[in-house]
């Protein structure tokens, strides 16, 4: 869904749009609120105030401008406001901001790439556990224990054309079940 459908819906009252936008920026907003602050825990209340703030001003964007853009003057006038109460405008030097915002980010994208990396096993476990029992022993056996053909022939006690067979057979179900959840990359397809 595009930017401006999200922004629309949301504007209509479905939280789930605005969800997709809060997950779409929350990085960029907690990394622009901590070159502010230098502080984490602060930043990431400040980020948080300010999808709160975004959510009920939503009716007055007027999608003239990118919602994201929108949302940074949110971020730098919030962050703005709380340092100007604390009396706190603090002069970081471009540099340190910068190394912090990176490595806070690379740790950000890490995180997520490990729940995306768990939730696609969890998808590829569920999937092969609907199909029969014989392809997913050989799946199991070849692909997740990475036994040898050799081996998989013995242990199943047939012949090694078979286990090639049942493999295929088995790889062909198993990306039946997964085209629903695969999206079209360059270069081909990714769960």
Sequence with gaps: ?????????????????????VKKYRTKVFNLAFSFTGDREIADDLAQEVFIKAYFA??????????????????????????????RIRKVFFEETMRNSIALEDEIVKKENEQTYEQRKKLVRKAIQ??????????????????????IAKILNVPPGTVDSRLHRARKMLRKKLVPFLTKKEEGYEL
């Design 1 to 21: 869904m595009e930017e401006k459908e999200l922004v629309q819906l949301s504007q209509e009252g479905n939280e789930e749009a605005f969800s997709a936008l």
């Design 58 to 87: 939503l009716s007055k964007f007027k999608l003239k401008s990118e919602f994201g853009t929108w949302l940074y003057r949110i971020t730098v006038n919030h962050a703005k406001d709380y340092l100007r109460k604390r009396g």
């Design 130 to 151: 609907t199909l029969p029992e014989r392809q997913q022993i050989i799946l199991s056996l070849r692909d997740i224990q990475g036994f040898s053909y050799g081996e």
